[in-house]
């Protein structure tokens, strides 16, 4: 079992930076792909960006490419998502979640964080 409780949301103007934060607790932290997702009014979760374990591969939406960083810390039980260059239309709320093994898909990710607003506005 793993837990998992995000931090650090809020509002910023567009152009703006937020790092989130997502405390794990439980076993084998370390061997989890951690993700982020986020969920906008009325919109499926969107996958943002993923990590393996020992941060060997990240992945990313082509949305926030090259704006935000996904990094983990295993000692410290801790992965960070890094968002720069905020715009508008990332407002939603960003869930963290652990999976077995690397994916997009939602609904392959077994633990899920209750969510940080982010809020951007214009």
């Known amino acids: 079992q793993v837990q998992l409780v995000e931090s650090g949301g809020g509002l910023v103007q567009a152009g703006g930076s937020l790092r989130l934060s997502c405390a794990a607790s439980g076993r084998a932290f370390s061997s989890y792909v951690m993700g982020w997702f986020r969920q906008a009014p009325g919109k499926e979760h969107e996958f943002v960006t993923a990590i393996t374990w020992r941060e060997t591969s990240t992945y990313y939406a082509a949305s926030v490419k090259g704006r935000f960083t996904i990094s983990r810390d295993n000692a410290k039980n801790t992965v960070y998502l890094q968002m720069n260059s905020l715009k508008p239309e990332d407002t939603a709320v960003y869930y963290c979640?652990?999976?077995?093994?690397?994916?997009?898909?939602?609904?392959?990710?077994?633990?899920w964080g209750q969510g940080t607003q982010v809020t951007v506005s214009s």
């Open positions: 979640a652990a999976s077995n093994r690397y994916s997009s898909n939602p609904t392959n990710y077994n633990y």
